[in-house]
């Protein structure tokens, strides 16, 4: 069974989602509906924290484009905190890895120290 776990956490005017678990196919849906809400609902930076994703292919990496291409539509910067090595592989492998703005973790680089609000519920698929 495959899960992704979302949370939402709020500081300084940042949103910070998350990402626990592995993008694909199956939760590509749910992570793109997920990020789009925050981008809608809150103002500021959306920071996107893959230090808990497994696994990434081609779906996955999608929806992160996607996702940075309807941020930037709002007027909205979208940052990649914690990218793991699968995540950092497929970045390399498909020379996407200097379209992202990358952070070490949400707090590094001038990024807001995270607090923690859960904005909206836990994700399970499979």
Do not use: W
């Amino acid at each position: 069974m495959k899960a992704l776990h979302l949370v939402s956490e709020r500081a300084n005017g940042s949103v910070v989602v998350t990402v626990t678990g592995e993008l694909d196919l199956a939760t590509r849906p749910e992570l793109v509906a997920y990020v789009r809400h925050a981008v809608d609902v809150d103002t500021g930076t959306i920071i996107i924290d893959l230090s808990g994703v497994t696994f990434i292919d081609a779906c996955g990496l999608s929806a992160l484009i996607a996702l940075k291409r309807y941020a930037r539509e709002q007027g909205r910067p979208l940052l990649l905190a914690g990218a793991t090595p699968p995540v950092l592989r497929l970045l390399k492998l498909t020379n996407l890895d200097g379209t992202f703005t990358m952070i070490s973790r949400p707090g590094a680089a001038g990024a807001p120290p995270v607090g923690r609000a859960n904005t909206g519920p836990a994700v399970q698929t499979g």
